[in-house]
């Protein structure tokens, strides 16, 4: 096939200069027409029009350079592809855990901050119902304590119903000063007195700690101060609100996400724990629609004896 070239009439040129300046003429052509890297990059992710698309796919099916330009976009492109498909399946994995993570952490933090505040309000709007308190002065004995002689009200260690005070676990002499706090909260003629001795933190051998609240024990701390108050509202006929109940399932929540994984209590321990929160709430969700049932409130302070009357055990 013969091309067609303007090559400059000199007669002083001979044969061989002429082909070797139509070859030169040639490849500047041939460079001037080669795609260019976007519109190859295009070509292979396919964002050309038909017509161009189709126009492109030719020119590379005859120019070696820009076949040899496609192959390695084409490779590159792949690649990529792998990298981004493998990104989004660790992403699918890992994002979902994280979130779970993240949600927990937040849980936890948002009522290590609310969770005081939520027991306070309850007793605070414990404290608010006058039916409450008429009904609390004709039933003295829900004041007493486990370890407590009702006959004569002397402190008795010896009774304790975490067993004998000088067995007792330091989850229970956290629990006991709990519940111990929230009879003070509660009684009036309770308030000026001061913690017994065996319950003190301080009376403690080798235990340098302030107090049980801000100790590795405080988690003891606040679910004896919760349950004397659930003690008092389940004992009484005085009306309670569905709102105050609703917040006891909250705090239920809260105990159970900072429920301690360490050391200090055995599986056992957290097994049953766990379960008794579990019966209690449900009972406060029936609580929550129908106050007054006497049943229910029967139902949960039977649970709270559970706990009360718990003896802890020190994981092995």
């Known amino acids: 096939m013969e091309e067609k070239y303007l090559i400059?009439?000199?007669?002083?040129?001979?044969?061989?200069?002429?082909?070797?300046?139509?070859?030169?003429?040639?490849?500047?052509?041939?460079?001037e027409e080669c795609l260019s890297d976007e519109i190859l990059a295009a070509l292979v992710g396919k964002r050309l029009s038909a017509e161009k698309y189709e126009s492109a796919?030719?020119?590379?099916?005859?120019?070696?350079?820009?076949?040899?330009?496609?192959?390695?976009?084409?490779s590159i492109c792949q690649e990529e592809e792998k990298k981004h498909k493998k990104y989004i399946k660790y992403s699918k994995q890992i994002i979902p855990t994280f979130m779970a993570l993240a949600a927990s952490i937040l849980l936890v933090f948002y009522f290590a901050i609310?969770?005081?505040?939520?027991?306070?309000?309850?007793y605070?709007?414990?404290?608010?119902?006058?039916?409450?308190?008429?009904?609390?002065?004709?039933?003295?004995?829900?004041?007493?304590?486990?370890?407590?002689?009702?006959i004569n009200n002397e402190f008795q260690p010896s009774m304790l119903a975490f067993g004998?005070?000088?067995?007792?676990?330091?989850?229970?002499?956290?629990?006991?000063?709990?519940?111990?706090?929230?009879?003070?909260?509660?009684?009036?003629?309770?308030?000026?007195?001061?913690?017994?001795?065996?319950?003190?933190?301080?009376?403690?051998?080798?235990?340098?700690?302030?107090?049980?609240?801000?100790?590795?024990?405080?988690f003891y701390y606040e679910l004896g101060k919760w349950c004397f108050l659930m003690k008092v509202l389940c004992k009484t006929y005085a009306d309670i609100p569905s709102s105050l109940w609703h917040k006891?399932?909250?705090?239920?929540?809260?105990?159970?996400?900072?429920?301690?994984?360490?050391?200090?209590?055995?599986?056992?321990?957290?097994?049953?724990?766990?379960?008794?929160?579990?019966?209690i709430k449900q009972e406060l969700i029936k609580l929550?629609?129908?106050p007054g049932n006497m049943k229910n409130r029967h139902l949960v302070f039977k649970q709270l004896n559970k706990?009360?009357?718990?003896?802890?055990?020190?994981?092995?």
Not at 114 to 122: H, K, N, P, Y
Not at 129 to 142: G, Y
Not at 250 to 276: Q, V
């Open 8 to 31: 400059p009439d000199y007669d002083d040129l001979n044969e061989a200069l002429m082909i070797d300046l139509a070859l030169c003429h040639f490849e500047d052509k041939q460079q």
């Open 57 to 74: 796919l030719k020119h590379v099916d005859q120019c070696e350079s820009c076949y040899i330009k496609w192959l390695e976009i084409t």
């Open 114 to 122: 609310q969770q005081e505040d939520l027991i306070e309000q309850s």
């Open 124 to 150: 605070n709007m414990a404290l608010t119902n006058n039916t409450l308190f008429k009904e609390l002065n004709k039933q003295k004995e829900i004041a007493d304590l486990p370890w407590e002689n009702s």
């Open 164 to 218: 004998h005070f000088q067995l007792t676990t330091l989850q229970e002499l956290s629990f006991g000063s709990g519940l111990w706090e929230g009879r003070k909260k509660v009684f009036d003629s309770e308030r000026k007195k001061s913690c017994p001795d065996f319950l003190s933190p301080h009376s403690i051998t080798d235990l340098d700690i302030k107090d049980w609240k801000t100790s590795p024990w405080s």
């Open 248 to 279: 006891q399932m909250i705090i239920i929540d809260y105990l159970k996400e900072t429920l301690p994984n360490d050391k200090y209590i055995s599986n056992l321990d957290r097994t049953l724990i766990n379960e008794i929160f579990q019966e």
């Open 288 to 290: 929550e629609k129908t």
């Open 307 to 316: 706990l009360i009357y718990h003896k802890w055990k020190v994981s092995k």
